[in-house]
């Protein structure tokens, strides 16, 4: 960019200062040619709010807008190209309401059941966190409107979030929880990044130059504004010199002014703050080059979108002798959330919907001029004589706003008491009983799915969930949701149980990668309903699994069948392993997904990609993606555990070549083609013990397999020098090179 062309030109010291900071709770300070815009709460719906009445927890108003599912509901559609259509109609609405950039997704890993803003999450799988996260932001940002990524990064918790330090090794660091930043980065480019509140191995986010500048801008080419999480900066300076561009809200000019002190005295590069200063105004010139062309949203176009996106995202978890879907009859339904319904979550993200649709008129709507009564459940004997007089019971269960919300997390995940006890009560009365399950985060379904027939899960389905309910309780939409998330037996049983939330300050997050399936299926741990699960009114069957290596990965093949009597659409799941694998890794994970729509007979050749980015692994090392040549274990199915097909196929890898040395051990040694016969006769002069290892009560080699060659010198009594072995490491290194 020109200076003649650079809005930042001929702005001083102060004034640049001035630009990384807000002007008041939403917006940025207007400086020379640079206009101030607009930043508000998303992501599954615009709360722009008005007026004096300003807040960042959701407790004053917004303007109307349309109430989308939020991601843990978007997240159960697994479809991409559905959630960068609810984007493009947020950018609407964003431009309508006078919003530059939407505060926006939120893709932190879920690594525990108990993080309380789970609801604002994807997954608990980076590859689809990121491929979700990805399509939102090129949705959003077709429109014109900036999305802001967050919260980076490893903010996996509410307790202490302002503090406390997320304790995490490199690999897993970048396998998981950076690695579905950068798909998002990489694939969509978004505008804004948002860092979080936490520490990160002892350093805060905005103060982590190795975040927000290593890793984001020098290995992944951002090339946007780095923003702060609202409050999250505790020094201005010292997070200016890491990488951050952009602190928010407003600090009424008390840190511009700490900036430029530190530029006077020399602690702080003038250059640095040019630099953010300038990619705060090219962001703040592209947002508002098409603001105020757009005044209006087409209010029953989103609702009819968001009733869509809520139908996808209904994943139906239990169907015992095909109770569903449900014939016009009469018909109870029971609990609070039929007529209150819990569609969205508590804080930052709360939107005032357009409109609300109550479950219980939309059951009403079709099941015609058949008679639905209704009982509130807190009575359990009226509720009872309630289920008791009609054909089929629909009881609604979940949890309230109250007992998950940003700003703290969830003690346990069990559905509350009572409403067990109700369901044990219905269900003996009404045999025919489907449960409705609405919540933000994974509750325990032991208890549920052992007494209900059939169940549904609506997670958080936003303004229209109630009408999408009933659309799949009475089979107008085939019901195709997955679960983003494994449902435990109990919470004892997951990842990070014993390492959750912070103690002193400290998150440790000793399952390394291991968290969510990676953790149950590595374990063979039984729960109740596994990664992936979701089940149909129709029927699929996979056939003619093909997989081939290609440049680019791999290349996934297969006919999926609908052999049921109901058009549906199947999500099919690909997942990778590498039992040869030379590092700990997952038995398998998630490395490609794709969905296909069919009609009852139809049957379809999918090809589902799968990149090599996917089935590498973060080397220390080497401090890049490793892709290890050899065998891969590619299986594809309905869930991480309902693998219907399998195959093997050879890879060529691109690992880095790793000298011998004297600190190899004879293990390393051994298992390399070149250097074994070479090392079995060193071995054998060397060894003070000889070759014959049954004097001994042991296996002589598989003890000696962790010893470092260069001991050997010693063991050998002169035998075998160390320059001896020197010259014979070279000669290996040589011919492996």
């Known amino acids: 960019m020109t200076d003649s062309a650079d809005p930042t030109a001929g702005l001083d010291l102060a004034e640049q200062a001035a630009l990384g900071s807000g002007a008041s709770f939403w917006t940025t300070k207007a400086v ?313 979550g508590g804080g930052s993200s709360h939107v005032n919907p357009t409109r609300l649709d109550v479950p219980l008129d939309e059951i009403r709507r079709f099941a015609g001029d058949h008679p639905v009564s209704y009982s509130p459940g807190t009575d359990v004997a009226a509720a009872v004589a309630t289920a008791e007089s009609a054909d089929a019971a629909i009881v609604f269960l979940g949890l309230t706003a109250e007992e998950e919300s940003e700003g703290y997390d969830r003690e346990h995940i069990d559905l509350p008491a009572p409403q067990l006890d109700l369901l044990r009560a219905v269900v003996a009365a009404q045999p025919r009983t489907v449960v409705v399950l609405s919540h933000g985060g994974v509750v325990r379904l032991d208890a549920v799915a052992g007494l209900a027939p059939a169940l549904l899960d609506g997670a958080l389905l936003g303004q229209a969930g109630g009408g999408a309910l009933a659309d799949v309780l009475f089979g107008v939409v085939n019901p195709s949701g997955r679960l983003a998330e494994t449902v435990p037996l109990r919470l004892q049983d997951s990842p990070a149980y014993l390492n959750f939330p912070s103690e002193a300050g400290h998150t440790v997050y000793g399952e390394r990668m291991f968290v969510g399936y990676r953790w149950y299926d590595a374990r063979d741990m039984p729960v109740t309903f596994p990664f992936g699960h979701g089940l149909s009114y129709t029927r699929f069957d996979y056939s003619g699994l093909e997989v081939t290596a290609t440049g680019e990965g791999l290349a996934v093949h297969l006919t999926v069948t609908n052999t049921g009597t109901r058009p549906g659409r199947e999500v099919v799941q690909v997942y990778a392993g590498h039992p040869g694998s030379a590092v700990g890794r997952p038995v398998r994970w998630l490395a490609g997904f794709g969905s296909v729509t069919l009609d009852p007979g139809e049957r379809s050749r999918v090809e589902i990609p799968v990149s090599r980015a996917d089935l590498a692994y973060w080397s220390p090392d080497a401090g890049r993606w490793v892709l290890e040549s050899g065998e891969y274990l590619v299986s594809v199915g309905a869930s991480s555990r309902d693998l219907r097909l399998s195959a093997s196929v050879t890879v060529e890898g691109d690992e880095p070549m790793r000298p011998f040395t004297r600190e190899s051990t004879l293990g390393e040694l051994l298992a390399d083609p070149v250097a074994a016969q070479t090392i079995a006769t060193v071995l054998s002069s060397a060894s003070p013990f000889g070759t014959d290892d049954s004097a001994l009560g042991m296996n002589l080699l598989r003890m000696l397999e962790s010893v470092p060659i260069g001991r050997m010198a010693g063991f050998s009594a002169g035998k075998v020098t160390g320059e001896q072995l020197d010259e014979l490491l070279a000669g290996i290194n040589a011919q492996r090179a």
């Open 32 to 344: 020379g040619p640079v206009p101030a815009i607009v930043l508000t709460d998303g992501p599954h719906g615009v709360r722009r709010q008005s007026g004096s009445a300003t807040d960042h927890l959701g407790l004053s108003g917004s303007e109307p807008a349309t109430c989308f599912p939020p991601a843990v509901g978007l997240s159960q559609t697994w479809d991409p190209a559905l959630v960068e259509r609810v984007g493009r109609a947020l950018g609407d609405e964003s431009r309508a309401l006078g919003v530059h950039v939407l505060l926006g997704p939120g893709v932190n890993i879920k690594r525990d059941p108990r993080c309380g803003r789970n609801f604002e999450y994807y997954s608990e799988d980076p590859l689809l966190s990121g491929t979700l996260g990805a399509a939102w932001v090129r949705g959003v940002q077709s429109r014109g409107v900036g999305a802001s990524l967050k919260h980076f990064a490893v903010n996996n918790a509410e307790h202490d979030r302002m503090r406390a330090s997320s304790d995490v090794d490199a690999r897993t660091l970048r396998e998981l929880y950076l690695r579905t930043f950068e798909i998002v980065v990489r694939q969509a480019r978004p505008w804004t990044v948002m860092c979080s509140y936490n520490r990160i191995n002892g350093v805060y986010a905005s103060e982590n130059a190795w975040l927000l500048t290593t890793v984001l801008r020098d290995d992944w080419g951002f090339d946007g504004v780095v923003v702060s999480d609202w409050g999250a900066v505790a020094d201005r300076v010292a997070a200016v010199a890491a990488g951050l561009d952009l602190e928010m809200p407003t600090t009424g000019g008390i840190s511009d002014a700490e900036v430029v002190h530190a530029v006077r005295a020399g602690t702080l590069d003038a250059d640095v703050v040019a630099q953010a200063a300038g990619r705060v105004a090219r962001l703040a010139t592209k947002a508002t080059e098409t603001a105020g062309t757009a005044t209006s949203f087409d209010v029953d176009a989103h609702h009819q979108l968001a009733r869509e996106a809520a139908q996808r995202a209904i994943v139906l978890l239990k169907n015992d002798d095909d109770l569903l879907p449900l014939e016009p009859s009469p018909l109870a339904v029971i609990g609070g959330f039929a007529q209150e319904p819990r569609y969205q």
